[in-house]
Every structure is written in structure tokens, then in C-alpha cells.
């Protein structure tokens, strides 16, 4: 089973994204799956004009997810813009992409409603999608429910593509895992960059400590019980700790004289247990770019061996030498 994903380098990481994303990617990976992640450059450049910014925040997501656990030994990694292959197959897909399938999209219309330039780039991002995900004959795309209408317009073209021209492209399946629940941010609402609630998976161990220590809890006082199931540390820490800790908290919050502070501490120490081997690892990582670079290369060359039979297979259907 091959499964592929992109990520949008985007700023910093936080609990969301990890047990939101990564850690499904982290299980795929350990299940023996061929897992094919790149990081979408080529997409950033539809929002990011900041030359600097986007290869900073290539370099930092390439940083955060090798941090995180990919083993660019087991999986495929690497910079969307190092196989330009992408774009071929993207133009050779734009031929038969109807405008009314990518005038539908709502993340195009959410992004002209929140003031972005409707530019050609950002119509054109789901053909773009298409193209990476159907260049590697990928099986399954996990993304989450806001990618799902470009996992349709991907399948479509598919169809379309094959139907003119011959069973070429694998029809692939979106995942989207209805069971990863949403991770509370320090307000109780999700936690999103966008929000400013979040607890971030890379940062000083003060700021970690800030943001935890700042997580909204009701007023009930110390002596009192406590419900478990409307307490964000809890919900929080629930995810980090085992579930024989999580019982722990949960028994001594209903029980009384355990207040939110305790929890919070006991949620740090979780955060600091899971994350701070993380953490080390991505310094490292980071003191090396050019062993990043190095990864990163060396992932480009691999896709690059997936990506080449099917542009010259597409390359022949169509008519091209
Ligand atoms: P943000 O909302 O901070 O901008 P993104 O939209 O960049 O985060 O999310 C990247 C990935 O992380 C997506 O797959 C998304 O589903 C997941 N994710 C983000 N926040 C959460 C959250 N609070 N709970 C669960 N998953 C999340
Ligand atoms: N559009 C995706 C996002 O914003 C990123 C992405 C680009 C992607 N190409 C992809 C995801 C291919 C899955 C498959 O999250």
C-alpha cells in the first residue's frame, strides 16, 4: 500500500498537528507501509512571497518532521520542487480539468474571502495536487477534512485522464480518520496557529511551560471534585501520558483536593517525557543542514524513480515524444 502526503510548511507545530497528523503518518510508517511525505513548496509559494521565509520554513518542517520520528531510511522525503516532474504532469492533467470542477473548490473561495489575490497559482492548486499525488501511483492520501474536495477533484481527473487515454493513473483513496479526535487548545476551542491557543512541539522549555500553565480551567477549587471529561489539561494530557496515568488524574480530580495546577504540572512532565528526545534530535538536525539537505536529496532521487514511468507513460499517451 503507498501512501502519500504533502504538508504545507507553515509555521510552527503544535500538539494539533501532531496527534492531528504526524503521529498517524509515525503509525504508517511502523506498519511497514511505503509512505511517501514531501513537503509542498511548490503550493507555499501560492501565499508565501517571501523568498527567505519559504526556505526557512521548508528547512523547519523538514526539521520538525524528521524530528518527530520519519526515517527518511524507511520513507520517502523530500522537497516537492526537487522532482519538477510535478509540473509536467500538472499541465498535462490542466487540459482535461473542467474550470467548473476547480471553480467549485471551497478552499479557493475561503482564501479570496479572506482577502487573498485570486491569482492563476491558487486556482490552478488543485491540479497541482493531483499531479503529486497521481506522479507516484499513490494508494491512499491521508489529509484532513479540509483537503477532501481536492482528493475528489484528484480521483475525477484520474477517471477523466484514463478514460481518454487508457488506463494510466491509479484512482487513489482519500483516509481521512474519522476517529483522531481534536486536540483543545490553551482555550478549549481546537488548537490552531490561526487561534493563538497553542501548545508548540518545538519551543524554549519557558514558553512550553507559559502556554501549559496558561490552559483556561473553570473556577471549582482545589478541595472539590473535578469532571475528568470537561477539563482540558485532562483531555490534553490523556493524550501524552499512558492510559494508566490518564485513569491516575482522572481519578484524583473527581476525587477532590487535586487542583488544575497539579494537573497542569503533571501535564508538563508528560510534555517534557514524550517531546524532549524530539527536541534533541531536531537541534541536532538543526546545528546540520547540510546532513538535512543530504536527506532531503537523497528522497528526491528516490521519488524521482517512481515519478519518471508514469511522466513518460502519460508523456506517450497523450501524444508527446
Ligand atoms: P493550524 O490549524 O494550526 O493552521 P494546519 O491547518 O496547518 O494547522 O494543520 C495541519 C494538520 O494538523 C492537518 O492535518 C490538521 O488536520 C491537523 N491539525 C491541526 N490542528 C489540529 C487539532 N487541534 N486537532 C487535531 N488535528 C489538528
Ligand atoms: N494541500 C495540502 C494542505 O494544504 C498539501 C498538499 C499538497 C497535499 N499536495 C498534496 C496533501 C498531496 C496530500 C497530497 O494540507
Known amino acids: 500500500m503507498r501512501i502519500l502526503t504533502g504538508i504545507q510548511p507553515s509555521g510552527q507545530i503544535h500538539l494539533g498537528n501532531y496527534f492531528g497528523a504526524i503521529r498517524n503518518i509515525l503509525d504508517m510508517q511502523e506498519k511497514g507501509h511505503e509512505v511517501f511525505i514531501f513537503i509542498a513548496d511548490f503550493h ?9 521565509a519559504l526556505r526557512q520554513g521548508t528547512l523547519n518542517a523538514a526539521l520538525d518532521f524528521l524530528a518527530c520520528g520519519i526515517d527518511p531510511e524507511r520513507t520517502v522525503f523530500w522537497r516537492q520542487s526537487a522532482v519538477p516532474e510535478v509540473q509536467e504532469l500538472a499541465w498535462l492533467l490542466s487540459i482535461i480539468t473542467p474550470m467548473g470542477l476547480l471553480e467549485r473548490c471551497h478552499s479557493y473561495k475561503d482564501k479570496l474571502a479572506h482577502g487573498k489575490e485570486a491569482t492563476h497559482g491558487l486556482f490552478a492548486y488543485p491540479v497541482l495536487m493531483a499531479a503529486d499525488i497521481l506522479l507516484y501511483q499513490s494508494d491512499l492520501v491521508p489529509v484532513g477534512k479540509d483537503q477532501k474536495q481536492h482528493l475528489e477533484v484528484t480521483r475525477d481527473l484520474a477517471i477523466k485522464f484514463n478514460n481518454a487515454y487508457g488506463e494510466i493513473l491509479k484512482v487513489p483513496d482519500a483516509y481521512i ?14 488548537m490552531s496557529k490561526s487561534y493563538g491557543n497553542i501548545i508548540p512541539l518545538f519551543d524554549t522549555p519557558k514558553k512550553v511551560k507559559t502556554a501549559i500553565m496558561g490552559i483556561v480551567t473553570d ?9 475528568p471529561e470537561t477539563c482540558n489539561v485532562y483531555k490534553i494530557y490523556k493524550l501524552l501520558a499512558t492510559p494508566e496515568q490518564a485513569d491516575e488524574m482522572a481519578a484524583k480530580l473527581r476525587a ?5 495546577g497539579d494537573a497542569k504540572k503533571a501535564l508538563l512532565a508528560a510534555y517534557h ?12 538536525l538543526a546545528a546540520n543542514p547540510a546532513k538535512v539537505e543530504e536527506i532531503l536529496a537523497r528522497g528526491a ?8 514511468p508514469t511522466l513518460e507513460a502519460v508523456r506517450k499517451a497523450v501524444g508527446l515524444k
Not at 507555499?44 to 527567505?52: C, F, G, H, K
Not at 483522531?180 to 481546537?190: E, F, L, M, N, S
Not at 532521487?301 to 519518471?308: G, I, L, N, Q, S
Open 219 to 227: 473556577s471549582t477549587p482545589m478541595e472539590e471534585p473535578k469532571d
Open 301 to 308: 532521487e528516490r521519488a524521482r524513480a517512481f515519478a519518471t
Open 273 to 284: 517525557e514524550k517531546f524532549d528526545a524530539c527536541a534533541a534530535k531536531r537541534e541536532e
Open 44 to 52: 507555499a509559494l501560492t501565499t508565501v512571497r517571501d523568498p527567505e
Open 256 to 260: 477532590g483536593g487535586y487542583g488544575y
Open 177 to 190: 480518520p474519522e476517529s483522531v479526535a481534536i486536540v483543545p487548545g490553551t482555550d478549549g476551542q481546537k
